[in-house]
């Protein structure tokens, strides 16, 4: 069965692979978890350390420092992870913007084309296969992906049973996670 796709990418679109790849990092996940919670803990322990006559003053200060962090980081740490992927994004992809990209679906592999290059994707390179509201990313074993935005594409409900067919026969994950949001 060969099927073709044609499609292109926007910052959004690299944006929310980058941000879908960083949620989902082991590394990341706990780096974040980490950052979140050692300040607050370490003002907390820092408030409960007598202070002269004003123990109870510092005490407080310092646990409602904790607070506010616990409540505004997690509000600052998304912002700023989205302005990071933004400039990385603008820098190393801003000439693939709008560009038109086609994926032709073969027997046994994928033909990636656009107006520079051309590439040959074996079904056994693949990964996984992750669905997000926005988009279809196909995770390659070299740790590529590839991006097939919904928006853009004119052909993406026969992809993606083509896609669903496609990992039972390789026996790789199809993860649907369509209730995906950046937090």
């Given at each position: 069965?060969?099927?073709?796709?044609?499609?292109?990418?926007?910052?959004?679109?690299?944006?929310?692979?980058?941000?879908?790849?960083a949620?989902?990092?082991?590394?990341?996940?706990?780096?974040?978890?980490?950052?979140?919670?050692?300040?607050?803990?370490?003002?907390i322990?820092?408030?409960?350390?007598?202070?002269?006559?004003?123990?109870?003053?510092?005490?407080?200060?310092?646990?409602?420092?904790?607070?506010?962090?616990?409540?505004?980081?997690?509000?600052?740490?998304?912002?700023?992870?989205?302005?990071h992927?933004?400039?990385?994004?603008?820098?190393?992809?801003?000439?693939?913007?709008?560009?038109?990209?086609t994926?032709e679906?073969?027997?046994?592999?994928?033909?990636?084309?656009?107006?520079?290059?051309?590439?040959?994707?074996?079904?056994?390179?693949f990964?996984?296969?992750?669905?997000?509201?926005?988009?279809?990313?196909?995770?390659?074993?070299?740790?590529?992906?590839?991006?097939?935005?919904?928006?853009?594409?004119?052909?993406?409900?026969?992809?993606?049973?083509?896609?669903?067919?496609?990992?039972?026969?390789?026996?790789?994950?199809?993860?649907?996670?369509?209730?995906?949001?950046?937090?």
């Open positions: 069965m060969s099927m073709t796709l044609q499609f292109s990418l926007d910052e959004t679109d690299y944006l929310n692979y980058q941000l879908f790849t949620s989902k990092s082991r590394n990341i996940i706990k780096k974040r978890q980490r950052n979140r919670f050692l300040l607050p803990v370490f003002f322990v820092l408030g409960l350390f007598p202070r002269f006559d004003l123990t109870e003053r510092f005490a407080q200060i310092y646990i409602l420092i904790a607070l506010l962090w616990l409540l505004l980081y997690p509000l600052w740490e998304k912002k700023m992870y989205i302005n992927f933004k400039k990385h994004i603008t820098e190393h992809h801003k000439n693939n913007f709008g560009r038109t990209s994926l679906f073969e027997e046994r592999a994928i033909i990636a084309k656009d107006e520079n290059s051309e590439s040959k994707i074996s079904f056994n390179e990964e996984q296969i992750d669905e997000v509201p926005s988009a279809i990313y196909i995770k390659l074993k070299s740790g590529q992906s590839i991006i097939l935005p919904k928006k853009s594409a004119n052909n993406i409900d026969e992809i993606k049973v083509f896609l669903r067919n496609l990992s039972n026969d390789i026996k790789i994950k199809y993860i649907d996670d369509n209730e995906w949001k950046w937090k």
